[in-house]
């Protein structure tokens, strides 16, 4: 089965599975709102921002792929998520 790496933890994964559904299949939890497995993820939230490989992308759309190193306990990730609530609340949202 490929794999990928969650903050340094081995991430089994299945071929079109996001890194959201992936790591909720572990057992990792990565902070969301709007994401939900019976819908079509969508990322308009932007909660479960990531840190891919050097990119911040939402885990819901991001596709697992072998071999890709994603932050989601970290410094950064968490200030950005922060960020992201704090505009969303200023939006009234």
């Not at 490989?53 to 994603?70: E, F, I, K």
Request: charged share 20%; aromatic share 8%.
């Amino acid at each position: 089965m490929p794999e990928f790496s969650l903050d340094k933890q081995a991430v089994s994964f299945e071929q079109g599975q996001s890194v959201m559904q992936a790591a909720l299949a572990a057992g990792i939890y990565i902070p969301h709102l709007c994401f939900h497995p019976d819908f079509k993820p969508h990322g308009s939230c932007r909660v479960c921002l990531v840190n891919i490989d050097g990119r911040y992308l939402s885990a819901c759309t991001a596709p697992a792929t072998q071999g890709m190193q994603v932050l989601n306990i970290d410094k950064e990730v968490q200030l950005k998520r922060r960020q992201i609530l704090e505009m969303l609340f200023i939006e009234g949202n």
